[in-house]
């Protein structure tokens, strides 16, 4: 048994130094092993272009990272971030996952990149990571945000032997709310989605983020939900290891049942 929290608050665009105050601020004072933060927490969401994404990026491992990194391996914490990350001329849409011993630590790209973001980051080349953890003996996965309309993504991570799902967010729609808990169900995996709130009008389009930020448990309910409005941590017991054995009766697996023959590639 163990606790994660997700912290739904609204960043502020272009202030990487206020955002990650605020950041580090919270990962200092959440006593759950797992903490997990929007999409894109220390820019903001709505790049005017790629150059301004470009400003507001830094490299993983460097910077604000660094504190991070440092922390997670203090208190002994998985800590999951969602940034612009540049890697030489490239920018990804990307989520850090700081694990506890540092040469574990990783990003995840984005794979489905929503709307005008094409026009902003690089496509995915290392495609949906899982990482196991032995003092918590945990297999974390990785999406973020719009990844969640491709129920394909979480099925991988969950081939893949994740436990949990993290899924950092900038959700400006609720019909995520009718998918995900049956991404949860039909894996039988844990997910647990980090929206922002707050609003930005910067490209003659206002962009509302409604919170909402959920943890699913792998039965497919809510097992703690945040408002739609409010800075807020919420916080969930999971037990990771309940999440392994696929059956739900004495001759049905959901893993061992697919017929991946019949499916469509
Ligand atoms: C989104 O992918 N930020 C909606």
């Not at 150059?51 to 830094?58: P, V």
């Not at 540092?102 to 990003?107: A, I, K, N, Q, V």
């Not at 448990?217 to 703690?224: A, R, V, W």
Request: proline fraction near 3%; charge should be negative.
């Amino acid at each position: 048994m163990m606790k994660i929290s997700l912290v739904q608050f609204s960043p502020e665009f272009g202030n990487i130094k206020s955002n990650s105050k605020k950041i580090l601020d919270y990962c200092n004072n959440i006593e759950s092993e797992i903490i997990v933060f929007p999409e894109l927490a220390f820019s903001g969401y709505d790049f005017r272009n790629r150059e301004e994404a470009f400003d507001l990026s830094f490299e993983f491992g460097k910077e604000y990272m660094i504190d991070l990194q440092n922390i997670s391996t203090k208190n002994n914490k998985i800590i999951c971030v969602g940034f612009s990350e540049r890697i030489d001329d490239k920018l990804y849409n990307s989520a850090a996952v700081f694990l506890p011993k540092e040469e574990l630590s990783f990003t995840y790209h984005k794979v489905h990149l929503f709307f005008k973001e094409r026009f902003i980051f690089n496509e995915s080349e290392k495609g949906f990571l899982v990482k196991y953890y032995e003092d918590y003996d945990i297999n974390v996965g990785l999406m973020i945000c719009y990844d969640w309309r491709f129920p394909e993504a979480s099925r991988t991570l969950a081939l893949k032997g994740a436990d949990i799902i993290l899924c950092p967010s900038n959700l400006v729609t609720n019909v995520w709310h009718i998918s995900t808990p049956s991404r949860a169900l039909e894996n039988k995996v844990y997910l647990a989605i980090a929206n922002r709130i707050g609003n930005e009008n910067r490209n003659g389009t206002e962009l509302l983020f409604n919170g909402g930020s959920v943890i699913h448990s792998y039965n497919g309910s809510d097992l703690i939900k945040a408002s739609v409005d409010l800075e807020q941590t919420i916080t969930a017991e999971i037990s990771p290891e309940k999440t392994r054995d696929k059956s739900f009766n004495d001759f049905n697996n959901i893993f061992s049942d697919r017929r991946a023959g019949f499916y469509a590639k």
